[in-house]
Every structure is written in structure tokens, then in C-alpha cells.
């Protein structure tokens, strides 16, 4: 399954694949107008020191911790994707808790929020790779 | 607090509408542009500091940006222009050279923009290169003079060693150091890919590049950093550079804040120590002593590479070049006043040597009527801006170009020409790591890649209107080429006619 990976090495700490990130959950058809004035709680955030930068999201785990311990059954796994289903979360944070990589965080609304590689809003790559200007998340089959 | 005689020359306009205050720009701009101010949520910018390099025009994700030349002005003069007020205004308040980057932006001619090229009607078929074969592969070094052959009357087919390239364009030397690391493994790559050569400059070779060496042209210059057996061994053809078109007649400095780590161990100098060029190479006085030095390197290689030396354009270009031809050099570089650099004192670039097109029409003029052409090839850079150009340096009687900023462009220059201040946002010309991995050699490569594939396609288009199958063909075919709005002497230099002739 393609998966988004990280390539550190050339992550520049932009921040702008949260960026991306956070526009592509508007379904808007214009940044400017979709961001303007908000404060963003992307999917994709990025860890950075003064040495280093790399963005961190869902790793969509074979045998996920967070699927696992949901009480209710709002995450689940389809083709390899593991999706929230936002009326079904009760906002328990188990799954926020069990994720070893910090990819689940909490959203405005109560349920929690997690990557799901733009599976519900675009085609082909995720929006943060394609906002990354400097191929430091990639898309891509790594057995 | 002494009075600021200078304002800012341009202005960063930030369309509120679409700012989304994402602080990209902010955290990508090296000269500390832009701050954000949390009470407001909202950017602001310190224009003085900005040097019009686009970073953060390209990287803004809603177009929020641009920058534009700022409407202050001095009162009209046609003399005092507003470049040549501020720049006497800044040196009464340092008392130093001025320093520019990258080639002489000044009004001049540029030749090849006067010269239009031929295509065929009627009487002579043109050439659809989507379906004839169409030859861009083109051979450097010294051909043989005459017919040899042995004592059963054989052939004799050695000739002295050649490079061999897909098309005629090289990348043209820029030191690791005065560039980075990544666009050197840029270059690198997309040479190796494309089966032409870049070139080390004179800050030796970095040991990863060592296997892309059947696609380098190694380096010895006057400062002679980094130059050692392996080096020269390493790389297909040895360079010398004899003079630079953006600094003829002065050396190099590279400061030591750039002589860092990697560079410092290539170089083979101290960290922190300035690298000095010297101006002259310091055993090198005529061409009798140009004559050794070519064949030192070239017993230093087991005859087994051809050497080049590389001039810049200056008045006598063409008695300098004939005596190059008869040194032993394989290949003459010839380096016009367009050409870049990553530092070079303003008035040195701005005003010294000639423009590459005149020199290489007269250097391919004088070769010839000394009957000493095919002693050499001829090889020019400092100019050469698209395909167009390569065509028209070809037909005046190049053997092949070198393209220096044209290379840059393609790996994300944007000629702010601040290289000397070594905060190149493009992580081009630094070595500072957070900016030097800003460019991505998988992403820098392909673009080399593309921009030279796309010259050739263009290149054989053009050969294909001529009605010229091969690139060899069309080497120094001046009649392929016509002047307009030239002079008499200007035509009879270039050895063209006028456009109706
Ligand atoms: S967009 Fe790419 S380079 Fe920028 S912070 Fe995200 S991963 Fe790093
Ligand atoms: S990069 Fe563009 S949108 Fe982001 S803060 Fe700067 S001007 Fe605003
Ligand atoms: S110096 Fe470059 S990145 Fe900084 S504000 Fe000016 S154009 Fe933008």
C-alpha cells in the first residue's frame, strides 16, 4: 500500500504541508479565501529543533494500537486506511493516547482528528505531498 | 546615528486578501524579510533587508506576494542614473570595493540578438527532425592534421584523446564552495545522464563525485586548491583557467566563512582561511611557460585526457587564442564578459572584457587564416541564455558552449546576484546547511535534465530548417547566419552579412 513516508534529509521545516493539509479538510477551491483568519489544526505536524525537521502523520500501522483500543468502533481500517468515523467518536482521546507516533490529535468539534490520506477529499497523492516543495514526504509502495 | 543616504531599491507588496499569515516566507527568507506579529496575526516586512531572490514569491501558498521595484526617485538625470548615485553614496559611507555577483547585467549589445538565423524554401528541403535522424553529438580536442599511414599503407586512426557529447553544452566550471554541495551533485548527475560534463572549478573534487568522473572536467587553477595525481586522473578532461569572463586580469577570494568542513578538506586549506586566487598563475609568464603546464598535466595523465585552457575575452582575445592552439592545448575555452561568478568587484564586471560573440568570431577567424583551427576546439561561455544562443555560437564557429547561469536558473536562481553575501536562498551559493538543503539534487537534476533536453529538442528543430542533418555541419557556416541593426565593422567582425544580403 503507498503510504506517505518521510525523507527528513530535505525537509526544510516550511510547514507548509500542514498548510495543505488543513485546506485540503476545507474542500475549498481557493487557500486565500479557505485559510484566511483561522488558525489551523493540520493532520500532518511537523517535529522540528534547530538540527533537524520532519513532518509526522498517520503511519497507517499494519496492526494499529488505535483501532484497537477505540471503545466505540469509530476508527476502522479499509483497504489499509485507517479512518475516523466522527459520529461515532465520543472523544475518549484512548486512541490519542495508544498512538505511538502522536498522529491522532484532538479537533474543534469534540471527535478526534487523524490522517486518512486524503482518502474522503482528492485522488492520487495527499495533499501535503503535493504541497511539499522540496520532496521531503513522498507517496509512495515501500513493501 | 549617521544619516542613511540609500533607500530601499525594492518593496515586498503583500496582498492582505490572500495572506493567510502561514509564515512561510518568514521562515524562508535568510535575510530576515518578514516577521510575524502575533498580537495582530498578521505579517509585516523590513524591505531594506530584501534582495529581490523570489524564495518567498515562489514558496507562498496563495500568491499573497510579490516584490517590486520601490517608487522612490532622485531627481531625473540622464547622467546620475539611481544605480550610479547609490553606489557612490555607499562607498562614501564605507570607503570599499563594491562587490556584485553573477554577470554583467549592464546595457550593452548582446550580439546574438542581433543575429537571425536562415531556414530553407523551396530549393533546398528543410529536415522534419521527427523523422530523419538528426546528429547533435559533438567531439572536443585536437584533430589530426594530416593522413597517416603506416608502412603497409594502412590507416592510422589514433588521434589524441577526445570528449565526446550528446549536444554541444557543457555546464561550466563553479567551484564546490562557491556553490553547494547539492547543486555540484545536481550538476553531477544530470551530466551523467545526459552524457555531456560540468565542470569541478577550482575548488577540487568532493571524493563522493569521484565516480561521476568520465563526466567532469577537472580544474587547475592559479590557487591550485584541491588539485592532486588522483584529482586530475579523476575527471575526463583537465581545465586550465588562464582568466574568468566576469573578472578578467584579477583572482579569486573566496572568504573563509565559506571554508567550511567539506569544502576546507577539498580544497585542501585550513578551515576558516581565505582562498586566494591569484590573479596571474604565478609560473606562468608566456605561452612557453602555458606550454609546460599543459604538458605537465598532461604526463601527470598519461596523455590519456585532453586539456583545456580557458581565457577570458579580452582585446587580443585572438592572438592569445593562436598562441593557446600552438601550446599543445587541446581544447580553448574562451569566457565572454556576460559570464557569472559567485563574487567579483562591480566596477572589474561591469567593465571589463568583451562580448563573447565578437571574440569568438575572431578567434574562429584568426585559428582558421593561420591554418591552425582543427588544433583546437573552440569551446564559449559567459552568455548563453537558451538553444537559440547555442545554434548562433555554433554557426560563428564554436564547437560547443558552456552555459554557467543558465544551469543556476534551472536549479532555482533568480540572478538576485547576492551570491557574495553567501545566504543564497536557493541553497545554491552557501554552504550554511539549513539553506544548502533547500535544494533537492533528485529535484535539481531532473530540472538539469529537462532544461537541457528541451534545448535539444529545440536545437535540432532549428538544424532541421536549415536543412542540416548534423551540428558539425553547421560549425562556423556563417552564411546560416544574418545581422540586423549592426554596423559595418560589427558585420565584418562577425563575418556575417546583413540581413537581405
Ligand atoms: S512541506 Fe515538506 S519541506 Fe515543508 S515542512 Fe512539510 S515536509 Fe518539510
Ligand atoms: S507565505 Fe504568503 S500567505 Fe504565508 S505568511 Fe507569507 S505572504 Fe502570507
Ligand atoms: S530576500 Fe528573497 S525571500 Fe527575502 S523578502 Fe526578498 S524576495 Fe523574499
Redesign the pocket.
Known amino acids: 500500500m503507498r503510504r506517505v513516508y518521510?525523507n527528513e534529509e530535505?525537509?526544510?521545516?516550511?510547514?507548509?504541508?500542514?498548510y495543505?493539509c488543513a485546506f485540503a479538510a476545507t474542500n475549498g477551491t481557493d487557500m486565500a479565501r479557505a485559510l484566511r483568519d483561522t488558525k489551523i489544526n493540520a493532520r500532518?505536524k511537523?517535529e522540528e529543533n534547530d538540527q533537524i525537521?520532519?513532518?509526522v502523520s498517520c503511519r497507517h500501522c499494519t496492526e494499529p494500537y488505535c483501532v484497537k483500543g477505540c471503545l466505540t468502533g469509530a476508527l476502522t481500517i479499509a483497504d489499509g486506511i485507517i479512518l475516523i468515523d466522527r459520529e461515532k467518536c465520543i472523544g475518549c482521546y484512548t486512541c490519542i493516547l495508544s498512538c505511538p507516533y502522536g498522529a491522532i490529535s484532538p479537533s474543534e468539534d469534540g471527535a478526534v482528528q487523524k490522517c486518512e490520506l486524503c482518502a474522503r477529499t482528492a485522488g492520487e497523492a495527499p495533499m501535503?505531498v503535493k504541497?511539499?516543495?522540496?520532496e521531503?514526504?513522498v507517496f509512495e509502495e515501500r513493501g | 546615528m549617521a544619516v542613511n543616504y540609500l533607500y530601499p531599491e525594492y518593496e515586498v507588496a503583500r496582498n492582505y486578501d490572500r495572506c493567510i499569515a502561514c509564515r512561510v516566507c518568514e521562515r524562508q527568507c535568510a535575510n530576515e524579510v518578514h516577521e510575524y506579529l502575533p498580537d495582530a496575526n498578521k505579517m509585516t516586512c523590513d524591505d531594506s533587508k530584501c534582495v529581490n531572490c523570489h524564495r518567498c514569491v515562489s514558496l507562498c501558498p496563495t500568491r499573497a506576494l510579490k516584490i517590486v521595484r520601490s517608487g522612490n526617485t532622485y531627481k531625473e538625470n540622464a547622467n546620475w542614473s539611481r544605480k550610479t548615485i547609490d553606489e557612490l553614496y555607499k562607498q562614501a559611507g564605507t570607503g570599499g570595493v563594491l562587490l556584485s555577483s553573477m554577470g554583467n547585467p549592464e546595457d550593452y549589445p548582446v550580439y546574438f540578438d542581433k543575429l537571425l538565423l536562415n531556414a530553407s524554401q523551396v530549393t533546398n528541403p528543410s529536415i522534419d527532425p521527427l523523422r530523419e535522424p538528426m546528429e547533435t553529438t559533438v567531439f572536443l580536442g585536437a584533430k589530426p592534421q594530416d593522413i597517416r599511414r603506416d608502412n603497409f599503407g594502412r590507416l592510422l586512426t589514433d588521434i589524441p584523446p577526445h570528449l565526446k557529447l550528446s549536444m554541444p553544452v557543457m555546464f561550466s566550471a563553479m567551484s564546490y564552495g562557491s556553490i553547494s554541495y547539492n547543486a555540484h551533485e545536481s550538476l553531477a548527475r544530470a551530466s551523467e545522464a545526459l552524457g555531456i560534463f560540468y565542470n569541478t572549478g577550482e575548488g577540487g573534487l568532493h571524493e563522493d563525485f569521484y565516480k561521476y568522473g568520465k563526466n567532469t572536467i577537472v580544474q587547475v587553477a592559479s590557487g591550485r586548491f584541491g588539485v592532486h595525481k588522483d584529482y586530475l586522473n579523476s575527471g575526463a578532461a583537465i581545465e586550465i583557467k588562464m582568466g574568468q569572463g566576469a573578472k578578467p586580469g584579477i583572482g579569486g577570494h573566496l572568504p573563509g566563512h565559506k571554508i567550511v568542513g567539506d569544502v576546507s578538506r577539498t580544497r585542501m586549506i585550513p578551515e576558516g582561511s581565505d582562498a586566494i586566487s591569484p590573479a596571474p598563475h604565478h609560473d606562468i609568464y608566456s605561452i612557453e611557460d602555458l606550454r609546460q603546464l599543459v604538458f605537465s598535466l598532461k604526463e601527470a595523465s598519461n596523455y590519456t585526457k585532453p586539456v583545456i585552457v580557458k581565457i577570458a575575452a579580452v582585446h587580443n582575445v585572438s592572438a592569445i587564442a593562436s598562441g593557446i592552439a600552438r601550446s599543445g592545448a587541446d581544447i580553448v575555452a574562451i569566457d565572454g564578459f556576460r559570464g557569472g561568478t559567485g563574487a567579483a568587484p562591480t566596477r572589474i564586471r561591469d567593465n571589463v572584457g568583451i562580448p563573447v560573440e565578437l571574440a569568438l568570431a575572431s578567434v574562429d577567424k584568426q585559428l582558421r587564416d593561420e591554418g591552425i583551427r582543427d588544433n583546437v576546439s573552440i569551446v564559449v561561455g559567459g552568455g548563453i541564455r537558451s538553444s537559440a544562443d547555442v545554434i548562433k555560437a555554433v554557426a560563428l564557429g564554436a564547437d560547443c558552449v558552456y552555459i554557467g547561469t543558465a544551469a543556476l536558473m534551472a536549479l532555482g536562481c533568480h540572478l538576485c546576484r547576492s551570491c557574495h553575501g553567501g545566504k543564497c536562498n536557493w541553497g545554491i551559493a552557501t554552504q550554511v546547511p539549513k539553506l544548502t538543503k533547500r535544494l533537492n539534487p533528485n529535484i535539481g537534476f531532473k530540472r538539469l535534465v529537462n532544461l537541457m533536453t528541451a534545448w535539444q529538442h529545440e536545437i535540432k528543430e532549428m538544424m532541421g530548417g536549415m536543412g542540416i542533418n548534423s551540428i558539425e555541419s553547421l560549425k562556423g557556416n556563417r552564411l546560416m547566419l544574418r545581422g540586423v541593426g549592426l554596423n559595418e565593422k560589427e558585420l565584418e567582425i562577425l563575418g556575417v552579412k546583413y540581413a537581405g544580403e
Not at chain 1, 10 to 18: I, Q, R, S, T
Not at chain 1, 131 to 134: L, T, Y
Open positions: 518521510v530535505w525537509c526544510l521545516g516550511c510547514h507548509l504541508c500542514e495543505y500532518i511537523i525537521s520532519f513532518a501535503c504541497g511539499c516543495p522540496n521531503a514526504i
